[in-house]
C-alpha cells in the first residue's frame, strides 16, 4: 500500500475540473483521431496500402480498438513526458502525482491509462476517487495550491533555525 500524503488530498482538483480536463481531452483526442483518419485517407489514395485503407474501414471492432488504443496512447505520452500533464490540465492548472507527492512512475500512468478504458470509469467519480486514480495511487491536484501549501509548510519548517549566510 501506497503512502497518502494529506497535502496531496487537500490540493485535489475539484469534479467540475476533472469533468472539464476530461471534455477538453476528448475533444484533443477526437481531432486527433480526425486527422489521423484524414492522412490515412490521403496516403491510401498514393500508395495503395491496405493498412491505410483499413485504418478507416475497418468495421466497428477495428474503430473501437483503434479509438481506445489513441486513447490510452494520448494519455500516456502526455503525462508520462509532459510532467503528469495533458493538453487539458495545462489549461486548467493542474497535475498528476503519486499520492505520495512524487512524480509518478511510467508504471503508474501505464496502469492509470489502461483503467481509463474501463466501462464506467467516468462514473467512478461519483465518489471519492476515480477509479484509474485509486487503482494507479495518483492523484489530480491544483498546481498553485500545492506549491504554495509545500513552500508555506517548507517556510515554518525552517522557522528557528540558523542562517549560514
Given amino acids: 500500500m501506497k503512502k497518502i500524503l494529506n497535502i ?6 475539484s469534479l467540475w475540473i476533472r469533468l472539464a480536463n476530461n471534455f477538453i ?3 484533443v483526442v477526437y481531432i486527433t483521431n480526425y486527422l489521423i483518419t484524414i492522412i490515412c485517407n490521403f496516403l491510401y489514395k498514393i500508395t495503395s496500402i491496405d493498412f491505410f485503407y483499413f485504418y478507416n474501414n475497418g468495421g466497428i471492432l477495428w474503430g473501437i480498438f ?3 488504443f489513441n486513447y490510452i496512447l494520448y494519455y500516456f505520452l502526455m503525462e508520462n513526458y509532459l510532467d503528469g500533464r495533458t493538453v487539458s490540465k495545462y489549461i486548467t492548472g493542474t497535475k498528476v502525482i503519486s499520492t505520495d507527492g512524487s512524480k509518478p512512475s511510467s ?3 501505464i496502469y492509470r491509462s ?6 464506467f470509469d467516468g462514473l467512478s467519480f461519483l465518489g471519492v476517487n476515480g477509479w484509474h486514480d485509486s487503482w494507479s495511487y495518483t492523484r489530480v491536484i491544483n498546481v498553485k495550491n500545492y506549491i504554495s ?3 508555506a509548510k517548507s517556510e515554518i519548517d525552517s522557522l528557528g533555525k ?4
Avoid: F
Fill in 25 to 27: 481531452d476528448l475533444t
Fill in 107 to 109: 508504471k503508474q500512468i
Fill in 149 to 151: 501549501e509545500i513552500q
Fill in 8 to 13: 496531496v488530498e487537500y490540493n485535489k482538483a
Fill in 66 to 68: 483503434i479509438g481506445n
Fill in 162 to 165: 540558523k542562517e549560514i549566510a
Fill in 114 to 119: 489502461l483503467s481509463r478504458i474501463v466501462p
